[in-house]
């Protein structure tokens, strides 16, 4: 085996990170759902990370950063909507850019021609899972007093 070879074979034996990021009952087919992350970049900072996810069908999602190649806005600005009135596109809500959903191409506005930016999704199991995307998982820090028990030592003092 080459050394070419070699460093192939360790590429498909890599695991790629897989990030639940919603069930799947709380996206039903057809709809769209924007997530702001947290995505850990090769010098290990945090930056964010907002995309967006549609499910296309039962078993089927795409995945795109929710920014509209033409300055950036996300697509959902304004209104809160991703879809043209008639849901066959994804639209800007700045400047009403249309995107094929399937491909996220721009077939109509300012910004025709360019794509909107891929992202890895799938389903699996009974989750919407982000792939091969390193995310930065939030701590949930806990309550204030959890070191304390129930009989807490209480000062009073004179003023």
Same mark, same amino acid.
């Given at each position: 085996?080459?050394? $070419?070879?070699?460093? $192939?074979?360790?590429?498909? #034996?890599?695991? @790629?990170?897989? +990030? ?5 009952? $709380?996206?039903?087919? !057809?709809?769209?759902?924007? +997530? ?6 090769? $010098? %290990?900072?945090?930056? *964010?990370?907002? @995309?967006?996810?549609?499910?296309? !069908?039962?078993?089927?999602?795409? /995945? ?12 959902? @600005? /304004? /209104?809160?909507?991703? =879809?043209?009135? &008639? ?11 249309? =995107?094929?959903?399937?491909? %996220?191409?721009?077939?109509?506005? &300012?910004?025709? !021609? ?10 699996? !199991? ?10 930065? &998982?939030?701590?949930?820090? %806990? +309550? *204030?007093? #959890? #070191? ?5 030592? @209480? ?5």
């Amino acid at each position: 085996m080459s050394a $070419e070879q070699s460093a $192939e074979q360790q590429d498909a #034996d890599a695991e @790629i990170e897989v +990030f639940a990021i919603c069930g799947t009952h $709380e996206l039903p087919p !057809g709809e769209a759902k924007a +997530f702001d992350l947290s995505r850990l970049t090769p $010098e %290990g900072d945090a930056r *964010p990370f907002r @995309i967006v996810v549609v499910r296309t !069908g039962a078993r089927e999602v795409v /995945g795109y950063v929710n920014a509209c190649p033409h300055k950036g806005a996300w697509l959902n @600005i /304004g /209104g809160g909507q991703f =879809f043209n009135a &008639e849901r066959t596109h994804l639209r800007c809500g700045r400047h009403g850019a249309l =995107f094929d959903i399937e491909s %996220g191409a721009c077939t109509k506005g &300012e910004c025709a !021609g360019a794509h909107l930016e891929p992202v890895a999704v799938a389903i699996v !199991g009974a989750d919407v899972c982000l792939c091969g995307v390193p995310l930065v &998982e939030a701590e949930v820090a %806990g +309550f *204030p007093y #959890d #070191d304390f028990d129930e009989t807490m030592e @209480i000062m009073i003092s004179p003023d």
